[in-house]
T-cell receptor, first 112, second 112 residues
Framework: KQEVTQIPAALSVPEGENLVLNCSFT??????LQWFRQDPGKGLTSLLL?????REQTSGRLNASLDKSSGRSTLYIAASQPGDSATYLC???????????FGKGTKLTVNP | EAGVVQSPRYKIIEKKQPVAFWCNPI?????LYWYRQNLGQGPELLIR????????DSQLPKDRFSAERLKGVDSTLKIQPAELGDSAVYLC??????????FGPGTRLTVT
C-alpha cells in the first residue's frame, strides 16, 4: 500500500527566501507524481506533474524533482512571495492504478 | 476553458438528513473522480468513473453513499443518512484518459 509523507507539516519563512518542501513515498513503482497548491476553503490547483521517467519539471519560480529509487520528491520555490502562502500537497499515482495517494500537505506561510 | 464546476459550495445539515453534491467535469474529460478531504488531511478517493462506468468504488461506504454519472458527463454524490463523521470537503476531479487530474473548488459539508 502506497503511503505518502510530507515534511515539514508547516513552514514559515520571510519574503524573498528560497525554500524546499519534501515528499516521500513508500512504493517506488509510480506512474507519476503531482504537486498541488490549496488555498484556504478552495480546491486543488495543479502546479507540476512529473512522469516516472522524468527527473524534474519547472514552471516559473517552481522546480520539482523526482528520485524514484529513494522514494523522494522535492518542490523548490525560489524568491518566495506572500502570495505563495498556501498548503502544498504531494500526490503519487502508482503504476497500474489511476488512484492518487496524497500526503497531508505542508502549510507554507511567507511573511512580508 | 471552464474548469470543474461543483455545487453547492457549502452545505450545513442535521445528522440523519440526506444530502447531494453535483459535479460538472471539464468538457471532454472521460474520467471523473470523487474525493473526500478531512480537516488537516490529504484527499482520499471515494469513487472513479470512466465514462458512465464506476471502475473503482472500493473506498465508497456503500451503506450510506451512492453516486451516479448519467450520460458520462455530470455526476452526483449522495449521502443518506448523513452522520457527524461525514463532515468534510468533497472534491470532484476530472482527467482525460487518466492523465493529469484537475480539481473543482469542493463542497464543504457540515453535519450537526
Amino acid at each position: 500500500k502506497q503511503e505518502v509523507t510530507q515534511i515539514p507539516a508547516a513552514l514559515s519563512v520571510p519574503e524573498g527566501e528560497n525554500l524546499v518542501l519534501n515528499c516521500s513515498f513508500t512504493d517506488s513503482a509510480i506512474y507519476n507524481l503531482q504537486w498541488f497548491r490549496q488555498d484556504p476553503g478552495k480546491g486543488l490547483t495543479s502546479l507540476l506533474l512529473i512522469q516516472s521517467s522524468q527527473r524534474e519539471q519547472t514552471s516559473g519560480r517552481l522546480n520539482a524533482s523526482l528520485d524514484k529509487s529513494s522514494g523522494r520528491s522535492t518542490l523548490y520555490i525560489a524568491a518566495s512571495q506572500p502570495g505563495d502562502s498556501a498548503t502544498y500537497l504531494c500526490a503519487v499515482r502508482s503504476g497500474g492504478s489511476e488512484k492518487l495517494v496524497f500526503g497531508k500537505g505542508t502549510k507554507l506561510t511567507v511573511n512580508p | 476553458e471552464a474548469g470543474v464546476v461543483q455545487s453547492p459550495r457549502y452545505k450545513i445539515i442535521e445528522k440523519k438528513q440526506p444530502v447531494a453534491f453535483w459535479c460538472n467535469p471539464i468538457s471532454g474529460h472521460n474520467t471523473l473522480y470523487w474525493y473526500r478531504q478531512n480537516l488537516g488531511q490529504g484527499p482520499e478517493l471515494l469513487i472513479r468513473y470512466e465514462n458512465e462506468e464506476a471502475v473503482d468504488d472500493s473506498q465508497l461506504p456503500k451503506d450510506r453513499f451512492s453516486a451516479e454519472r448519467l450520460k458520462g458527463v455530470d455526476s452526483t454524490l449522495k449521502i443518506q443518512p448523513a452522520e457527524l463523521g461525514d463532515s468534510a470537503v468533497y472534491l470532484c476531479a476530472s482527467s482525460l484518459a487518466g492523465y493529469e487530474q484537475y480539481f473543482g473548488p469542493g463542497t464543504r459539508l457540515t453535519v450537526t
